[in-house]
């Protein structure tokens, strides 16, 4: 998101202050909610895709697809948190 | 129902057979929603860092719009019904939750 300009400015050592925020790393609380999360959201996408099959009224087959893909986008979201994640962490692991 | 304090549309009509038909469909979809808004607001409190927290609370808040507009459909479909609460009661109440503000700091300020 945009704010990741302004997220690194806040991460900067402020003379004897430490960090402002919380870097961005995935903790292993973060990781059990994110599989927690992409569980949940999968399920939602496949019993909706399945439900939007089955419906005879094409505005309410409309409109559950529709939920289904947002849902699609939500799961994509957070997966990016742990590929960004295992990205920077193998090439930590390349620096030392 | 010709109840004035029903709010209703006329109700489409689904086949009444053991299968699932669309307010069957629908309705789960807002229970999942509902679920969904529930295990979503959770998570969002217990991220460790802002983009991780911003992106979270992104989720939570279109699910909510989701569940919003699932309802919203079923009351156009007639599957939803609002009732008006007693116009009595609801200036009894207004009443009495005004009195308390006397009890607040700024209670006497309007």
């Known amino acids: 998101m945009q704010a990741q300009a302004g997220q690194s400015q806040g991460q900067m050592m402020q003379g004897s202050q430490g960090l402002q ?19 949940w959201l999968h399920g939602a996408i496949k019993k909706f895709h399945h439900y939007a099959k089955e419906c005879r009224d094409p505005q309410v087959r409309q409109f559950i697809q529709q939920a289904c893909q947002t849902h699609q986008k939500q ?5 990016k948190h742990c590929q960004n994640q295992a990205q920077s962490a193998n090439a930590g692991m390349g620096l030392q | 129902m010709a109840n004035n304090s029903v709010v209703q549309n006329p109700e489409q009509q689904v086949p009444k057979t053991p299968e699932m038909n669309d307010r069957d469909y629908l309705n789960d979809v807002l229970s999942t929603e ?44 007639g599957w939803y019904k609002v009732e008006k609460a007693d116009a009595q009661k609801i200036q009894q109440t207004a009443n009495q939750f005004q009195g308390y503000k006397s009890q607040f700091p700024q209670g006497q300020m309007q």
């Open chain 2, 34 to 77: 509902k679920y969904l808004t529930d295990s979503f607001n959770i998570a969002a409190r217990e991220a460790s860092h802002d983009a991780l927290f911003q992106d979270v609370m992104q989720v939570l808040t279109e699910n909510h719009t989701l569940a919003r507009n699932t309802y919203n459909l079923m009351f156009q479909k």
């Open chain 1, 21 to 39: 925020t919380p870097p961005r790393v995935i903790s292993g609380k973060d990781l059990d909610y994110l599989t927690d999360q992409m569980s």
């Open chain 1, 75 to 79: 799961y994509d979201l957070l997966l």
